[in-house]
């Protein structure tokens, strides 16, 4: 399990920051993703980034807007979510796992799950 902070209400057009710390279980895996589940909606995919890389992987719906990144002691994980939009809001689950290239925007290769947190975007 990730501990998760970070979050709240934010205006249209501003930014958050939410952190995930991995705990000792999840430090293993290859990858960790960002997913948000809005209200009445599945959980979608929006950002993941592999251990082994810098480079994160995005939905297109936050592409340009959004950065996923590492922290230098390589346990937590950042997303930086700038030009926020009514429509970002949702519950932001971290997730960590042993996923692949291809298998980065899929929930189902995420074995380990933060708590969640709000993100709630006033137009």
């Known amino acids: 399990v990730q501990l998760q902070s970070g979050g709240g209400p934010v205006q249209a057009g501003g930014s958050l920051r939410l952190s995930c710390a991995a705990s000792?279980?999840?430090?293993?895996?290859?990858?960790m993703g960002w997913f948000r589940q809005g209200a009445g909606e599945d959980r979608k995919f929006v950002a993941a980034?592999?251990?082994?890389?810098?480079?994160?992987t995005y939905a297109d719906s936050v592409k340009g807007r959004f950065t996923i990144s590492r922290g230098n002691a390589g346990n937590t994980v950042y997303l930086e979510m700038n030009s926020l939009k009514p429509e970002d809001t949702a519950i932001y689950y971290c997730a960590a796992g042993n996923a692949i290239t291809s298998t980065l925007t899929n929930s189902r290769a995420y074995a380990y799950w933060g708590q969640g947190t709000q993100v709630t975007v006033s137009s």
């Open positions: 000792p279980s999840t430090r293993s895996t290859s990858a």
């Open positions: 980034i592999k251990w082994s890389s810098n480079r994160g």
